[in-house]
């Protein structure tokens, strides 16, 4: 059986890494990466260290506004799938490549399978939002991580497409943890064990708006530990746009890191602040307490549980929200026990395999 994964953003780089690995003996697999992520640290370094076998074609869409940039992947897409005649196209998450290879496929009749199925932020201003639920609604087969997501999708009517695998970026991170723990790591300069905090933001509802990305860095500038702040291009690209010191008060500007990298600065950090979904799950696995920097998450369950708390309009309650005394500890699982890649072969070759 051919199986064709479509990748083109940095998330989905590491989601792909555990089902490359799952298909190998099991099935063809073809990949595909649209080039949506092109810099070296946003792409090449994670193919690199997480073992993942070099794409089959890469389409170098790059950056775009969304119908360009949507709209460039489709077409590219629509040809390598008549060329490379796949029996199910597996797409990830829920980036601008996510809806583009969907879409692709769903029009030239070749069934499709969506990992990272059911999630919602129910928040239409989100790209993210409409990817996901377009995708999930043209998908035949649908993979979900939580029993929150597989509720959602009942809720939608998708029930009996739907599939409860677990979470693939748990299986990469219990991995990338015992290597860490076999190996060890140096911490970026600046910062020293326990005694600061990992940052992210890179949403275009915290990064667009010149006055908000203002003061959510005026607010990080103004923590009391180092805050280890990972510049997503778009951060940068905006603050530099908008006049905006980026290295300033508390503030260590630093480079993206590499996955195994970044693994380690969360485990050895005081807590996280992010705008991201992969990285409060991140924090959540490695029990960092964590701020979110936005109204809502998809990953309910790391709020649930005590480990994330969100902070959208009122940053002044970011400082005490950072600095609050780590949650009770829990043993909960809600993300899988780190095979979710495994189910995730077996479900598409029960239901594709001819
Ligand atoms: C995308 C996804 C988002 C995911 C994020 C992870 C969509 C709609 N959004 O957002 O869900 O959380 O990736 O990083 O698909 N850029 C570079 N170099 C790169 C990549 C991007 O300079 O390698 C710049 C581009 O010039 C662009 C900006 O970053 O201006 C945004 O890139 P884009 O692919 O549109 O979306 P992201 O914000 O990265």
Known sequence: MRILSVVGARPQFVKLAPIAKAMEGRAEHVIVHTGQHYDELMSDVF???????????????????HGEQTGAMLAGLEKVLEEAQPDVVLVYGDTNSTLAAALAAVKIHIPVAHLEAGLRSFNRRMPEEHNRVLTDHASDLLLSPTQVGMDHLATEGLAERSRMVGDVMTDVLYRVREQLAAQGQPLPDGVSAGNYYVCTIHR????????????????????????????????????????????????????????PQLVNAVANSAGVVTDSGGLQKEAFLLRIPCTTIRPETEWVET??????VLVNSDLSKLAATVERPAPPATDATPY??????????DALLATFAK
Do not use: C, M
């Not at 193919?47 to 506004?65: E, H, R, T, W």
């Not at 709020?303 to 994330?308: A, F, K, S």
């Open 303 to 308: 709020v649930e549980l005590g480990w994330n």
């Open 47 to 65: 193919f690199q260290d997480l073992g993942i076998p070099a794409p089959d074609y890469n389409l170098g869409v790059g950056s775009g506004k």
């Open 336 to 345: 899988g026990d780190g095979h979710a890649a495994e189910r995730t072969v």
């Open 204 to 259: 275009p509802d915290n990064t667009d708006d010149p006055a908000r990305l203002k003061a959510i860095v005026e607010s990080l500038a103004a923590l009391g530990k180092p805050v280890l702040l990972l510049a997503h291009p778009r951060l940068k690209a905006l603050a530099e746009t908008h006049g905006i010191d980026l290295a300033s008060g508390s503030i260590v500007l630093h480079e993206p890191l590499a996955y």
